[in-house]
């Protein structure tokens, strides 16, 4: 490849807007080329921002420009269920596809396009973006370092309450079928817990829904228990009033806590540049405390660094390196998750 690597991405909601088109737009080694959507608003918007990139009506219409070699990296940032489908079509093709997290809904479609991309020899990723926010890259560094000594138990949540009209897709999906908290955000919980402790060796979990009307959960907790002895506890829900600690580790030595959210989302949505040298930084007000009752001291936050991913991506398209992601390890989430919705139903 001697230009830029001419990217697609499919979906313009919060993941294609929010997230992939402001990074692959800052990584000189991509090309935004084409934005498919068929919500006349958001390719409004998004012709807006983009206006070298190409504005698609449907999936359909991308796969032919890209059978017709206009396109080297598919961004799969649709709606959940639609994942698997859209990411096999890619891959078969031998394009690069990167897809939002989950990979998939079901275990055996994300098995069975893993197959296919190697077959096809298509690179191919998930976006576990949350490895790299800074909160959890200083959880990361604490627990190697043995600052805890050992961790016996890794609390951590998503929670919020917002007021924000859920897209069509997410309020009417059932848990089942991509729908849900679970799949929303215990895929990150879940992949976080298992970097830093390793293999599963039981789960326990409770998917509730309370919203009237409701068909997926709305507020979920999922216990695992890995192969190392560590309790991993994850919250995710869409209905609490207050929000509790974003992260606590339990050591035999020492603890961690820490509060609110990484604040990469939040700046990519104002606007900010991942080139900032604000970007990815947080305020000392934010940092979390290591230590015990009465002689804790703040630790200063990691730099979230989201940049990485696609860096790898275009690395890894290049053949100078992996994937950020390995496709297998998104495995162990939607394993545990769909195995939940089985037992429940």
Do not use: C
């Not at 370092?145 to 859920?166: H, K």
């Not at 991942?274 to 001291?297: C, M, Q, T």
């Amino acid at each position: 490849m001697t230009g830029p690597i001419r990217t697609a991405v499919v979906g313009y909601g919060l993941a294609g807007s929010v997230f992939h088109a402001p990074l692959v737009t800052a990584d000189p080694a991509y090309a935004l080329t084409h934005v498919v959507t068929g919500n006349a608003e958001r390719a409004a918007a998004a012709s807006a921002r983009y206006p070298s990139a190409r504005i698609v009506g449907s999936v359909d219409e991308l796969l032919t420009l890209a059978d017709q070699g206009e396109v080297d990296l598919v961004v799969v940032a649709s709606p959940t269920p639609t994942h698997a489908e859209l990411a096999l079509a890619v891959v078969d093709r031998g394009l690069a596809a990167v897809v939002d997290k989950p990979l998939t809904v079901h275990l055996a479609d994300a098995e069975a396009l893993i197959a296919r991309a190697e077959s096809t020899g298509a690179v191919l990723t998930a976006f576990q973006n949350r490895r790299w926010d800074g909160d959890f890259l200083t959880v990361r560094r604490l627990v190697e370092s043995g600052a805890l000594g050992e961790v016996r138990r890794f609390e951590s949540r998503f929670e919020w309450l917002s007021a924000r009209p859920r897209p069509p897709w997410k309020s009417g999906t059932s848990g089942r079928d991509g729908g849900g908290v679970a799949y929303d955000l215990g895929s990150h919980l879940i992949d976080q817990a298992v970097q830093l402790f390793g293999p599963v060796a039981d789960v326990y979990g409770e998917l509730d829904a309370h919203r009237p009307g409701r068909v997926n959960d709305d507020d979920s907790f999922i216990a695992l228990t890995h192969e190392s002895g560590v309790r991993s506890h994850l919250a995710m829900s869409s209905l609490v009033a207050q929000r509790g600690f974003r992260f606590r580790v339990l050591g035999s030595e020492s603890a961690f806590t820490k509060w609110g959210l990484d604040g990469q989302e939040g700046q990519l949505g104002s606007g900010l540049s991942p080139l900032d040298d604000a970007f990815g930084v947080e305020s000392p007000s934010s940092y979390g405390l290591l230590g015990r009752d009465g002689e804790a001291s703040s630790v200063p936050t990691e730099r979230g660094q989201y940049v990485r991913f696609y860096r790898e991506v275009a690395a890894a398209i290049a053949g100078e390196g992996p994937v950020p992601v390995d496709p297998r390890d998104a495995l162990t989430a939607i394993r545990i998750i769909e195995q939940l919705h089985a037992a429940k139903s």
